[in-house]
């Protein structure tokens, strides 16, 4: 600062929003420019962590290719137009498609970014229902699908998960997640590396169980290699060595749960000797771990990712939700446990659905007013009254996220219209005929609706945003609730009420759930003005023991809901035990994260994506030693991956680390299609794995897609 000049830097704290563990950052700032983004070590809850990609949300306000108004295709290319403008056409649009071909011709999809984004959770509703089409998608089936119909049915609601309590814990198996590229996932939890190392220290054990030796199974107390798909045979097999071995301890639970231990007729056929070879463990290897586990002072079995998007997803996060029970671990400390949370969306959120209705063509469930997103090429492609003729995308990119991509790319040039309601021309909104770019999460006020949901220990923050809006900006809510008022007023109903959601805002909505929750400080109700004058959050604790009070079933009763999971072992049966012997030459394709990546959205920054991968991109199939030399394929050559439904080429990456008959290929690459506009992404494009996944197999119980787990076939290039 130069004598006599007046500084105008300032610091905020705010919060990451670019993944689940709600780290707290300070940003400073001098007017528009932001200068450095570190972790805030006042944050009670992350207390100064934060990974690479905390970077990465300057990258993004500054992206030379952020696209900062709305953009119109026309014969002459892409052209800026006024908000009005483009508000009233893609209304219109969408308005004129219902007219013609009934309300179901407009579809949408929602990706993952509107989790971290409240103003989308909390006023896209009124442009869904102001659309009134049942044909709605989101990267939820391509996720957590199972996670939330496990929930339902059991405590009466989709979104009430319970969390490891990783703090407490003197046991924690990870199944099929890799927090420590991932950095937690529904398991809101910063600092894992640190978590996971105390739980280390204080003599307790992490227990990786994984197709692949990931980070996270690298400071492990204990990895094993399962192979991909398998994990509900495991868990059977688990279930039925308490029984066979008199470990069965639900305590408490019973109370809640009476029917629990009726699990024991459907796991008896599964012992550890009937599933071992299939899962590629040993009897051994099972009981060892069903016993470790009950020694333990407390413990949480807790399945992810790779658990949840394979063909057996559902009931594999049942059977962990029922193996916790078992062993008296959840709603206990150290365990399984529900937060508490000060702003709870639950009571206000539609507990879930499922199967009140099915997809048009293929016949898959309906969870919570949404189809599977593996349905949504054929709903475009398919003839018939009901057809997808437009679609709006909300922050997602499903060209490269869902599988059999390529597909769903050709059949986006189908479509009479498509709005993108994104700041970045993608693989997918470079389909759009009208794009709605938002503004950056550090340009809106925040409050992490869904993440404090989700927490290792329950806190409150809100941060508003740290730039004034900008003239010609809008947030996601303004843009969803403009396009809203559009629509209702276009099919003749009163426009009102958005009066007052306009003034209003997200941030009042929290504010009444704030004040109206569980609560206090210094005796009064917390309240956005609390927050504002503790800008560093507050912790309220470690999670509670919370039953039955958390269970949304008006009898208070856990609903086991046997028949329905239960349906599933026909299923299972015929796959793993009466189907025809595998065809040796085929591999398993698995996916995987790295710190530096986000989906498909991060590649534009430099940052990220620059650094040493042995001088590959990271963008790289993981084989086998044993398995690149039975195909004669040497470390960084190029080879052909095939599956049923594509062919993609990329660099082998020989590793240890992987199981033998097992590929690893991240998803969220592929930059390299026309029209895109991601310099940096373009030029580190790598391929598309999602070319390779099959959207025809899903886990049949919950119409989730199956990326895990994929047969595929591989060759060197020629
Ligand atoms: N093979 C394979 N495929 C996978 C996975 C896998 O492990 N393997 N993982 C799956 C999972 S878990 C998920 S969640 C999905 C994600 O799938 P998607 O949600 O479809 O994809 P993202 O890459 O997250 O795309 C997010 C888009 O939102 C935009 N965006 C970012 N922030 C905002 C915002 O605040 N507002 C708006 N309007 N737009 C914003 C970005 O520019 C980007 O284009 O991918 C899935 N696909
Ligand atoms: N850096 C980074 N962080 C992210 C994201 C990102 O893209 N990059 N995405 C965010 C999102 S949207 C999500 S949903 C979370 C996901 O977070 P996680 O659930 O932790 O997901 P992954 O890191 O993909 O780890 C999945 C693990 O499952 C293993 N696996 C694959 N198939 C199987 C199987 O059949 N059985 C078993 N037991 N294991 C299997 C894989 O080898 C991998 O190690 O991460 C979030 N955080
Ligand atoms: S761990 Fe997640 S929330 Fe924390 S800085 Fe990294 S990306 Fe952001
Ligand atoms: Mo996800």
Same mark, same amino acid.
């Given at each position: 600062?130069?004598?006599?000049? =007046?500084?105008?830097?300032?610091?905020?704290?705010?919060?990451?929003?670019?993944?689940?563990?709600? *780290?707290?950052?300070?940003?400073?700032?001098?007017?528009?420019?932001? $200068?450095?983004?570190?972790?805030?070590?006042?944050?009670?809850?992350?207390?100064?962590?934060?990974?690479?990609?905390?970077?990465?949300?300057?990258d993004l306000y500054e992206d030379p290719d952020r696209i900062k108004m709305p953009l119109e295709r026309t014969a002459e290319g892409w052209q800026e137009i006024p908000w009005e403008e483009a508000l009233d056409k893609v209304a219109t649009a969408l308005f004129e498609t219902q007219q013609k071909?009934?309300?179901?011709?407009?579809?949408? !999809?929602?990706?993952?970014?509107?989790?971290?984004?409240?103003?989308?959770?909390?006023?896209?509703?009124?442009?869904?229902?102001?659309?009134?089409?049942?044909?709605? !998608?989101?990267?939820?089936?391509?996720? @957590?699908?199972?996670?939330?119909?496990?929930?339902? @049915?059991?405590?009466?609601?989709?979104?009430?998960?319970p969390i490891p309590d990783i703090d407490h814990t003197q046991y924690f198996m990870i199944i099929g997640g890799n927090p420590l590229a991932s950095n937690g996932s529904i398991m809101t939890v910063p600092h894992i590396k640190r978590r996971l190392k105390a739980i280390q220290s204080r003599e307790g054990k992490v227990v990786v169980i994984d197709p692949k030796k990931s980070e996270t199974a690298d400071m492990s107390s204990e990895h094993h290699f399962i192979k991909p798909g398998t994990d509900a045979l495991l868990l059977l097999a688990m279930i039925n060595t308490l029984f066979a071995s008199d470990k069965v301890t639900p305590e408490r639970l019973l109370e809640f749960a009476p029917h629990l231990l009726d699990i024991e007729a459907y796991v008896a056929p599964y012992t550890p000797l009937k599933v071992a070879s299939k899962i590629g463990m040993t009897p051994a290897q099972i009981e060892h771990?069903?016993?470790?586990? *009950? #020694?333990?002072?407390?413990?949480? *079995? !807790?399945?992810? &990712? /790779? #658990?949840?998007?394979?063909?057996?997803?559902?009931?594999? @996060?049942? $059977?962990?939700?029922?193996?916790?029970? $078992?062993?008296?671990?959840?709603?206990?400390?150290?365990?399984?446990?529900?937060?508490?949370?000060?702003?709870?969306?639950?009571?206000?959120?539609?507990?879930?659905?499922? /199967?009140?209705?099915?997809?048009?063509?293929?016949?898959?469930? #309906?969870?919570?007013?949404?189809?599977?997103?593996?349905?949504?090429?054929?709903?475009?492609?398919?003839?018939?009254?009901?057809?997808?003729?437009?679609? =709006?995308?909300?922050?997602?990119?499903?060209?490269?996220?869902?599988?059999?991509?390529? @597909?769903?790319?050709?059949?986006?040039?189908?479509?009479?219209? =498509? =709005?993108?309601?994104?700041?970045? &021309?993608?693989?997918?909104?470079?389909?759009?005929?009208?794009?709605?770019?938002?503004?950056?999460? $550090?340009?809106? %006020?925040?409050?992490?609706?869904?993440?404090?949901?989700?927490?290792?220990?329950?806190?409150?923050?809100?941060?508003?945003?740290?730039?004034?809006?900008?003239?010609?900006?809008?947030?996601?809510?303004?843009?969803?609730?403009?396009?809203?008022?559009?629509?209702?007023?276009?099919?003749?109903?009163?426009?009102?009420?958005?009066?007052?959601?306009?003034?209003?805002t997200p941030t009042g909505v929290i504010d009444d759930m704030l004040q109206t929750g569980r609560y206090k400080h210094a005796d009064k109700p917390i309240s956005i003005a609390t927050l504002l004058d503790l800008p560093h959050g507050i912790d309220l604790g470690p999670l509670q023991p919370d039953l039955p009070d958390a269970i949304f079933h008006t009898d208070k009763k856990i609903d086991m809901s046997f028949d329905y999971f239960m349906s599933d072992l026909t299923r299972l049966d015929k796959h793993f035990f009466e189907s025809q012997t595998p065809d040796d030459d085929s591999l398993q394709l698995i996916g995987r994260r790295h710190l530096k990546t986000n989906n498909s959205w991060l590649h534009n920054s430099q940052r990220m994506v620059k650094g040493t991968n042995n001088g590959l991109s990271r963008c790289t199939a993981q084989l086998h030693p044993d398995d690149a030399a039975k195909w004669s394929i040497e470390d960084k050559q190029m080879i052909n991956v095939k599956s049923r439904v594509g062919e993609i080429s990329l660099p082998a990456e020989i590793t240890d680390k992987i199981m033998p008959g097992v590929i690893s290929i991240p998803h969220g690459w592929g930059h390299n299609k026309k029209g895109m506009r991601w310099q940096v992404a373009q030029q580190h494009a790598g391929v598309s794995v999602n070319?390779?996944?099959?959207?025809?197999?899903? %886990?049949?119980?919950? /119409?989730?897609?199956?990326?895990?787990g994929v047969p595929v076939w591989i060759k060197a290039s020629a």
């Open positions: 600062m130069t004598s006599g000049s =007046v500084s105008t830097e300032q610091k905020h704290y705010s919060t990451c929003t670019l993944c689940e563990a709600m *780290c707290g950052i300070e940003v400073t700032t001098d007017k528009r420019e932001i $200068l450095s983004i570190v972790g805030d070590k006042k944050n009670p809850f992350s207390e100064g962590h934060v990974c690479p990609k905390a970077m990465a949300l300057k071909h009934g309300p179901e011709s407009v579809a949408t !999809y929602l990706g993952n970014p509107n989790a971290h984004n409240m103003g989308s959770i909390l006023f896209g509703p009124y442009f869904y229902r102001a659309l009134k089409s049942h044909n709605r !998608y989101s990267a939820t089936s391509v996720d @957590q699908l199972p996670h939330h119909i496990v929930s339902r @049915q059991l405590f009466g609601h989709q979104s009430q998960i771990l069903v016993s470790d586990f *009950c #020694a333990a002072e407390s413990a949480v *079995c !807790y399945g992810r &990712m /790779g #658990a949840s998007v394979q063909a057996f997803g559902t009931l594999t @996060q049942y $059977l962990i939700m029922l193996f916790n029970m $078992l062993t008296g671990n959840l709603d206990r400390r150290g365990g399984m446990m529900f937060t508490q949370p000060a702003a709870d969306f639950l009571p206000h959120s539609g507990r879930g659905s499922i /199967g009140n209705f099915h997809t048009r063509v293929r016949k898959l469930p #309906a969870f919570a007013g949404e189809f599977p997103v593996s349905a949504l090429a054929e709903e475009m492609t398919t003839p018939g009254e009901g057809q997808i003729k437009a679609m =709006v995308i909300g922050a997602g990119n499903p060209v490269l996220t869902t599988p059999n991509g390529q @597909q769903l790319d050709t059949a986006f040039e189908k479509l009479d219209f =498509v =709005v993108a309601i994104d700041f970045f &021309m993608t693989e997918t909104a470079r389909h759009a005929n009208i794009i709605l770019p938002p503004v950056t999460a $550090l340009e809106r %006020d925040h409050y992490d609706i869904v993440f404090h949901n989700f927490a290792v220990r329950n806190s409150t923050k809100y941060s508003p945003a740290i730039f004034p809006p900008e003239a010609n900006s809008k947030t996601d809510w303004q843009i969803y609730l403009g396009l809203a008022e559009r629509l209702d007023s276009l099919n003749g109903l009163p426009t009102d009420k958005y009066s007052v959601l306009w003034d209003k070319d390779l996944t099959d959207e025809m197999v899903v %886990d049949e119980l919950s /119409g989730n897609a199956v990326l895990n």
